[in-house]
């Protein structure tokens, strides 16, 4: 199975910041990655596909970047509705594996 | 609009069975893969298997061979999640996703609003 490690595992900012998190794989995956966005309550929300496609209707401030094994999530200015939990996902293979969240908290 | 309403809640003693349901709507339930993902509590997402409604075929995690079954109703466009001899430890939200195999890559664009099952005695 491919292992995805994120990080950090949660972290505090305030609005306006800029925001980055890193998931690693632990073989190559190309570029099939996908990051998540989860509230507290709801299922996960798609924001980010093939590593760097935005989702239809997610706000431009999200970006992804990387291929490989090495990923990021960038949040350019961290508005209120962005405080949540963010997944990476990899589909190159089954069984489909997630890391394990990173927490962003309001500081 | 594509809509995926999964069944209530459950409350199950150890060793039973629960059976979650994904009704899926605004689009063609032949034409997607359905897949099966839970969260336990303050956890982070797991996948479980999914179940290829055309033609019925399913696939599953080996942590679940043996204890789940996915399957599908057609003609009410409804994809199932069975998992058998419940643990304290299947306490979880269990969530049915729509996986999109198209261009470029795959990703899980639509999500029920997930299935709370509680394994209590």
């Known amino acids: 199975d491919i292992q995805m490690t994120q990080s950090p595992s949660s972290l505090s900012a305030s609005v306006g910041d800029r925001v980055t998190i890193t998931c690693r794989a632990s073989?190559?995956?190309?570029?099939?990655l996908n990051w998540y966005q989860q509230k507290p309550g709801k299922a996960p929300k798609l924001l980010i596909y093939?590593?760097?496609s935005l989702q239809s209707g997610v706000p431009s401030r999200f970006s992804g970047s990387g291929s490989g094994t090495d990923f990021t999530l960038t949040i350019s200015s961290l508005q209120p509705e962005d405080f949540a939990t963010y997944y990476c996902?990899?589909?190159?293979?089954?069984?489909?594996?997630f890391g394990q969240g990173t927490k962003v908290e309001i500081k | 609009q594509v809509q995926l309403v999964q069944s209530g809640a459950e409350v199950k003693k150890p060793g039973a069975s629960v059976k979650v349901s994904c009704k899926a709507s605004?689009?063609?339930?032949?034409?997607?893969?359905m897949h099966w993902v839970r969260q336990a509590p303050g956890q982070g997402l797991e996948w479980m298997g999914w179940?290829?409604?055309?033609?019925?075929?399913?696939n599953y995690a080996q942590k679940f061979q043996g204890r789940v079954t996915m399957t599908r109703d057609t003609s009410i466009s409804t994809a199932y999640m069975e998992l058998r001899r419940l643990r304290s430890d299947d306490t979880a939200v269990y969530y049915c996703?729509?996986?999109?195999?198209?261009?470029?890559?795959?990703?899980?664009?639509?999500w029920g609003q997930g299935t709370l099952v509680t394994v209590s005695s």
């Open positions: 996703a729509r996986f999109s195999s198209g261009s470029p890559t795959p990703y899980f664009d639509y």
């Open positions: 605004g689009y063609t339930f032949t034409g997607y893969y």
């Open positions: 179940v290829n409604p055309k033609s019925g075929g399913a």
């Open positions: 073989q190559s995956i190309t570029n099939y």
């Open positions: 093939a590593a760097s």
């Open positions: 996902q990899q589909s190159y293979s089954t069984p489909q594996t």
